[in-house]
Nanobody
Framework: VQLQASGGGLVQAGGSLRLSCAAS????????MGWYRQAPGKQRESVATITSDGSANYADSVKGRFTISRDSAENTMYLQMNSLKPEDTGVYYC??????????WGQGTLVTVSS
């Protein structure tokens, strides 16, 4: 199974983007989905996660601005990003984590927010 992330791009501060992540097939015992980002020169960090029961968690820096969601088939998820800031710039990776401790990662999509 491969994950395909898309939706990144260049946007001005205050703008919006919607990221998508689609799995090429079903993931056995899928538990948690999430978006992570890596800014230049920094470590990868968690941005938002959503569990199989729909419980979402966000990094403090994006609360109130980003919304994670998934479709009913649970093989696609989204990240709606509003009120973007230059510090949101980075490569965004999607992740799907199973109850058997397997991790699937997308290839990353670049988000650049200009000031």
């Amino acid at each position: 199974v491969q994950l395909q992330a898309s939706g990144g791009g260049l946007v001005q501060a205050g703008g919006s983007l919607r990221l998508s992540c689609a799995a090429s097939g079903s993931i056995y015992m899928l538990n948690r989905m999430g978006w992570y980002r890596q800014a230049p020169g920094k470590q990868r960090e968690s941005v938002a996660t959503i569990t199989s029961d729909g419980s979402a968690n966000y990094a403090d820096s994006v609360k109130g601005r980003f919304t994670i969601s998934r479709d009913s088939a649970e093989n696609t998820m989204y990240l709606q990003m509003n009120s973007l800031k230059p510090e949101d710039t980075g490569v965004y990776y999607c992740n799907m984590h199973t109850r058997t401790k397997l991790d699937y990662w997308g290839q990353g999509t670049l988000v650049t927010v200009s000031s």
